[in-house]
C-alpha cells in the first residue's frame, strides 16, 4: 500500500539512512584495514605457485567487490538523503506516485515503486540483450 509520509516517518527514515551510511563506512575502513595488514605477497607466499598467486587474488577481488558495493549502496544512500531534503523522498522516480511503505522499510533508499522497478529491471535486461 502506498501512503504518504508524515515527519515521524521522515525522521525515522532519515535516521535509518544516516545509520546505515555509517555502518558502511566502518565496513569499508575494516576492508581497507584487512588489506594494509595482509598484503599480497603474505596471502600468496613468499615465492608463490599458481594455486597461491590464485587465492591471494580471489581474496583480493572479494575486498574489492566489497568496497565497491559498499559505495555504491552509500552513494544510493546519499541520494535518498538528497531526496529527504528536498521533500521528494518517498515518492517515484519514474511516475511520481508514493512508494510503498514496506518497500521503503526493506530498503529505505527505493528509488522506484514496484511496478516501476520491475518496468525499470526489465528496460535494463533489454539493454543488456541488445
Request: hydrophobic letters at 40%; aromatic letters at 4%; one cysteine or more.
Amino acid at each position: 500500500m502506498s501512503v504518504r509520509l508524515d515527519r515521524a516517518d521522515l525522521a525515522a527514515f532519515e535516521y535509518r539512512l544516516v545509520k546505515r551510511m555509517e555502518e558502511l563506512s566502518q565496513q569499508i575502513g575494516a576492508v581497507r584495514e584487512r588489506e594494509r595488514e595482509e598484503s599480497f605477497s603474505s596471502t600468496a607466499g613468499e615465492v608463490p605457485d599458481a594455486l597461491d598467486a590464485s587465492v591471494a587474488i580471489v581474496v583480493f577481488e572479494t575486498a574489492n567487490a566489497e568496497i565497491r558495493c559498499a559505495h555504491d549502496e552509500r552513494r544510493e544512500l546519499d541520494e535518498a538523503l538528497g531526496r529527504l531534503s528536498v521533500g521528494s523522498y518517498g515518492v517515484c522516480l519514474r511516475c511520481g506516485q508514493p512508494l510503498e511503505r514496506a518497500r521503503l522499510e526493506a530498503y529505505p533508499a527505493a528509488k522506484r515503486h514496484l511496478p516501476c522497478q520491475d518496468a525499470h529491471e526489465r528496460d535494463l535486461k533489454l539493454r543488456r540483450l541488445a
